[in-house]
């Protein structure tokens, strides 16, 4: 069935999204420094993720070091790391209550298909927020990386760049996005129908027929 398709591919690209968003989110590659100004330093890169930073060197040895603190980063990273972790795990809920709800599935028995619709709906619907939640911190964290390259206030040594789990952020918002909604376009009641096309599915009580008798003489 079409809907059972739909299901299945919006199941499938959530899943994807909420993978690509845990790697996203442990990579130390949301900013990286910039070369700006007049000096050109190319001896060693910094990159600044959610719970460390690496130290790239041009010999190609690599540092990496988690952050002595959680209290002590700025409550730009607090709030980024919470709304991650909080999107990852209604992803992980969400994943939970899509299997149940999904048509090809029998987790609830053969006849509980309105139950499992409304699984598979409240399932579209956490991943939809989910890829919300997981956006704010993407965004949040590119406008200030934006901001402060155009600082003039702000030293050359300290401005960063865009890094590539950023970008990756965005497709993996973007797919729990469409994921979501088209799993929970896909999980119609089965009371919801067209009017059907064959025979005696839609097919009202037929009247009684009334058989005279007739007396004869």
């Not at 993996?172 to 896909?186: D, E, F, K, R, S």
């Amino acid at each position: 069935m079409a809907s059972t398709g739909l299901q299945l591919l919006g199941l499938l690209l959530a899943v994807m999204g909420w993978v690509g968003g845990a790697l996203v989110c442990a990579a130390p590659l949301w900013r990286v420094s910039a070369f700006a100004g007049g000096e050109i330093v190319i001896a060693q890169v910094l990159w600044e993720g959610l719970w460390m930073t690496c130290l790239s060197q041009s010999t190609g040895q690599i540092q990496c070091k988690t952050y002595d603190s959680t209290l002590a980063l700025p409550i730009s990273a607090q709030v980024s790391r919470t709304l991650s972790v909080l999107s990852l795990l209604l992803c992980l809920f969400a994943l939970l209550l899509g299997v149940a709800g999904a048509k090809c599935t029998k987790c609830l028995g053969e006849g509980a298909y309105l139950s499992k619709a409304r699984l598979a709906r409240v399932a579209g619907a956490l991943f939809f927020f989910s890829g919300l939640l997981y956006l704010i911190p993407i965004c949040w964290t590119a406008h200030a990386v934006v901001r402060d390259f155009y600082d003039p206030n702000v030293a050359a040594l300290l401005k960063r760049e865009l890094g590539p789990a950023l970008y990756l952020g965005w497709g993996a918002g973007i797919l729990l996005l469409v994921g979501g909604a088209l799993l929970n376009a896909g999980s119609s009641p089965p009371g919801v129908r067209a009017t059907p096309t064959f025979g005696g599915g839609g097919r009202s009580n037929p009247l009684p027929v009334v058989v005279e008798e007739k007396e004869y003489v």
